[in-house]
């Protein structure tokens, strides 16, 4: 390992005013009552980068027991790793004891694989740092002093804007290929590069993200996907073949799709999400999955269709099939997973423009997500123009205006199915 060097505020300049008080009263107290404290991680980058923290991570010498006497608001957290929640009414900041990296020779801790299976082995500052992920994200900022604290020259990254994995970068894809992950995460959002042997490994290791949970591959599929650069995220997972992982079928569909339209509705949606994003405006999980399965969506319902099944069960049971196999990949919560469904079967009833439908659908709960949804797929080519411009006036107008416009709307032509009425 290479000495520790201690930057001062002249070379950083890191204001502790930027710190947000909550880190700095925890970061008080456990110094005060003689335990090292450091704010860590995202936060040390981030303001070095002259971006807002996304969240302010504390880790300490102090074990979580010694941290709850120091801060008799703290919640112990987690059997696999112990961590420490500080509370402020209901929010709560994340305090980590310093933990050692793991012996390789230790079998009890590495499967056979080269994951880290358990690693709650309390350590030193120096051992904190280099098990950390990248170089740009291990850099310890001292309230007391004002110093960064750098022991693997992360400082420098920071100054080639480039991420560099700490230690062998095979080896730590291995212990954990959630890794190869964040490298293209921080990527676009920082707008870094890869130093070159971090890059190497990743096409040829990108499988390993099958042996992670799926439900760890859906909290990082979020923070992929909306981290405010979904578009260039989505270019650089299918550069390094690890969208595949994410979202098989889709990536299955983007390469069947001859028409590209199927390509033009997912980056329309990202784009537009990233622009929700940089608006401050919320995201809804449910929608992007909406639009990454729709290809699919789509494909299983005509085949349903045309087994002589009914239009809506068709899409029915198209969705059941498809967000089977997805949860298969990334978990998704079902409270996102009705959602998705609600807007794929709520396509169907754009068409209905009689008044009584029509005026029903706008009360709809879910109206808005649907509506988005169908208006996206008009802009990204697909023959729903007229509707797009139909329900984006209807729903803004007046009531009156609105009965005179559903009342002149004409109904979609029926099907001929065998039942035709038969005339006298
Ligand atoms: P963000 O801006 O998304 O919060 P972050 O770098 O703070 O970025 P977190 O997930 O909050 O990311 O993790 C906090 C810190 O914990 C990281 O900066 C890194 O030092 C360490 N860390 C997180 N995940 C890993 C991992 N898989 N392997 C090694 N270290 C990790
Ligand atoms: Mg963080």
């Not at 550069?239 to 028409?259: A, M, N, V």
């Not at 033009?264 to 405006?281: H, P, W």
């Not at 494909?299 to 087994?307: R, V």
């Amino acid at each position: 390992m290479k000495d520790m060097v201690r930057i001062p505020f002249s070379e950083h300049g890191i204001n502790e005013r930027q710190i947000c008080k909550k880190a700095r009263t925890i970061l008080t107290a456990l110094t005060k009552a003689g335990y090292e404290a450091y704010l860590v991680g995202g936060a040390v980058r981030d303001l070095l980068l002259g971006k807002q923290p996304k969240d302010f991570d504390i880790a300490t010498s102090a074990h979580p027991e010694q941290i709850k006497k120091v801060l008799p608001s703290t919640r112990i957290i987690g059997r696999r790793f112990r961590l420490a929640h500080v509370h402020f009414g209901r929010e709560f900041l994340e305090v980590a004891t310093f933990r050692a990296p793991h012996d390789e020779s230790d079998k009890g801790l590495v499967s056979n694989d080269g994951r880290i299976i358990h690693d709650n082995v309390y350590g030193t500052v120096a051992e904190d740092a280099v098990r950390r992920d990248f170089t740009i994200n291990a850099l310890f900022y001292e309230l007391k002093t004002g110093d960064v604290l750098d022991f693997i020259e992360g400082m420098q990254d920071i100054k080639q804007r480039q991420l560099r994995l700490i230690g062998d970068p095979e080896r730590r894809y291995r212990e954990d290929p959630v890794r190869m992950l964040r490298g293209i995460r921080f990527m676009a959002k920082l707008d870094f590069s890869l130093e070159p042997e971090t890059k190497a490994p990743i096409k040829e290791l990108s499988h390993l993200l099958s042996t992670i949970s799926p439900a760890r591959l859906f909290d990082e599929t979020l923070k992929l996907f909306h981290s405010g650069q979904a578009v260039l995220t989505l270019d650089l997972l299918r550069k390094y073949c690890l969208f595949t992982c994410l979202f098989p079928l889709t990536e299955q569909s983007l390469e069947e799709d001859e028409s590209g339209l199927f390509f033009n509705l997912v980056v329309a949606a990202l784009n537009n999400t990233d622009k929700r994003i940089r608006a401050g405006k919320t995201i809804n999980p449910a929608f992007l999955f909406a639009v990454m399965l729709w290809y699919q969506v789509k494909k299983g319902e005509k085949m349903y269709q045309e087994m002589g099944n009914p239009d809506l069960q068709s899409m029915h049971m198209a969705a059941s099939e498809v967000l089977g196999h997805q949860v298969k990949s990334t978990a998704i919560p079902r409270r996102f997973s009705n959602v998705t469904r609600e807007i794929w079967t709520m396509q169907g009833r754009f068409q209905f423009k009689a008044c009584r439908r029509a005026l029903g659908f706008l009360d709809n709960k879910r109206f808005r997500a649907a509506y988005d949804f169908m208006c996206l797929r008009a802009n990204s080519g697909e023959p729903l123009e007229e509707d797009c411009e139909w329900w984006t006036l209807f729903q803004d107008i007046s009531s009156d205006d609105q009965l005179a416009m559903c009342n002149s709307a004409s109904s979609p032509k029926r099907k001929r199915s065998g039942r035709r009425r038969r005339r006298k």
